[in-house]
């Protein structure tokens, strides 16, 4: 378990450092708002998330990785009853845990009470790497509660869940990034991957845009059931990122905390 904490923090750490660099020398678009701004709350909610999940972990006692170890001790979860090979057991868990979080996702934006937690994800006025890590905590709280019912529903091995959380993590940073990809890769990758470019599109304060494209790291869940947009309506230069009645107050850390709350 030690090992598994240090091995996602050093991942994270690393593309963290690397997409900062990578967007400060290839931006896709002009920053509006000084990056300082941003990130402290950025931050600040990511910070706040940890900590969530740590009480969350004390409360239950485990998360994600420890309902797969505790599934497979007690044969509970339908891979447990299995005994498929690891490799198939493993690719066969990312897609189902990836269909689940996009089909989450795309619940978040349709239930309005859900809504009112995810908007403060879509508050950000600009995309870039630390919007990837910009969810509230209660939010945070409720995935971390789906993933684990999941588990024991689907009995993945705790590898398998270990290699999700850090593909879903280091993809949902790189598709933050407001970073310039050469169009013909974006265009292969995108086949694939969900990119930069696809998804700013989630990120526009049209509804339409916003409803769209709610994928974090497979590309196919949006085309399969057409939820799919290959481009802002207005550019990704001149397309505006945020919430309708956007104004600065979401880089601020109690007004993010406090928004889901509010009446907007
Ligand atoms: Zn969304
Ligand atoms: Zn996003």
């Not at 409720?142 to 993809?171: D, Q, W």
């Not at 990119?195 to 590309?219: I, K, Q, W």
């Not at 799919?228 to 993010?256: C, N, T």
Request: net charge neutral.
């Amino acid at each position: 378990m030690e090992h598994e904490t240090l091995f996602r923090l050093s991942v994270f750490l690393g593309l963290f450092v690397l997409l900062a660099l990578a967007e400060a020398l290839l931006p896709r678009r002009a920053r509006r708002t000084p990056r300082s701004q941003r990130w402290v709350a950025n931050w600040g909610l990511s910070l706040l998330n940890t900590a969530t999940l740590w009480l969350l972990a004390l409360a239950l006692p485990l998360l994600a990785v420890g309902a797969a170890l505790d599934a497979s001790a007690s044969d509970l979860g339908l891979f447990n009853a299995l005994n498929w090979p690891l490799w198939v057991e493993i690719i066969l868990a990312i897609l189902i845990f990836d269909f689940a979080i996009w089909a989450q996702h795309l619940i978040t934006h349709k239930v309005p009470l859900l809504w009112r937690l995810h908007r403060v994800h879509h508050a950000d006025t600009e995309t870039d790497v630390t919007t990837a890590i910009r969810f509230h905590p209660v939010e945070i709280a409720l995935s971390m509660l789906l993933k684990i019912g999941l588990v024991y529903l689907i009995g993945p091995s705790a590898l398998a869940i270990i290699l999700f959380e850090v593909l879903l993590n280091g993809t949902a940073m790189f598709n933050h990034a407001n970073l310039r990809l050469p169009l013909p890769f974006d265009r292969a990758l995108r086949l694939v991957l969900v990119t930069p470019d696809m998804h700013r599109v989630h990120h526009s304060v049209h509804r339409a845009e916003h409803d769209s494209n709610y994928g974090f790291s497979l590309s196919l869940w949006d085309r399969l059931f057409h939820t799919y947009i290959a481009q802002p309506s207005e550019g990704h230069d001149e397309m505006h990122i945020g919430l309708q009645w956007q104004d600065e107050r979401p880089s601020k850390l109690g007004w993010s905390l406090w928004l889901p709350f509010t009446k907007r």
